[in-house]
């Protein structure tokens, strides 16, 4: 499988998609479809934990005050299936290689794994 969940307003998740061959690639726009409980599942089996799917940097994180509570992995699961804006992005999955965040390294193994835009 490859396919990549990213946000199409986010002008970061753009610059990064037009880096990537895409040619067979399935994308989803998180704002308009969010991820489901299954794809979710296989994310975290590849990175370990929820945690690491989810964004500490979105607005609502400390706008509800989630800074400030310890959440367990349901919690993190939980909030990343109610509302895309947890979601760290993009996922990025190619087969069995997943790349999660937009970090530079992240971002260049992603490109040597799906291949540069030619």
């Known amino acids: 499988m490859k396919k990549i969940y990213h946000l199409k307003s986010c002008s970061?998740?753009?610059?990064?998609?037009?880096?990537l061959d895409l040619s067979g690639v399935e994308l989803q726009n998180i704002k308009?479809?969010?991820?489901?409980?299954?794809?979710?599942?296989?994310?975290?089996?590849?990175?370990?934990?929820?945690?690491?799917l989810?964004?500490?940097?979105?607005?609502?994180?400390?706008?509800?005050?989630?800074?400030?509570?310890?959440?367990?992995?349901?919690?993190?699961k939980r909030l990343m299936l109610e509302e895309y804006t947890f979601l760290k992005r993009p996922f990025m999955i190619n087969e069995e290689?997943?790349?999660i965040g937009n970090s530079k390294d992240v971002v260049g193994k992603a490109i040597a794994s799906f291949g540069p835009n030619k």
């Not at 989810?54 to 993190?76: C, I, Q």
């Open 32 to 52: 308009e479809q969010n991820i489901d409980e299954q794809a979710l599942n296989f994310l975290k089996s590849k990175t370990g934990s929820y945690e690491a």
């Open 97 to 99: 290689d997943v790349f």
């Open 12 to 19: 970061t998740n753009v610059r990064i998609l037009k880096e």
């Open 54 to 76: 989810f964004s500490k940097k979105a607005m609502k994180f400390r706008s509800l005050g989630l800074n400030k509570v310890a959440l367990s992995e349901t919690d993190y």
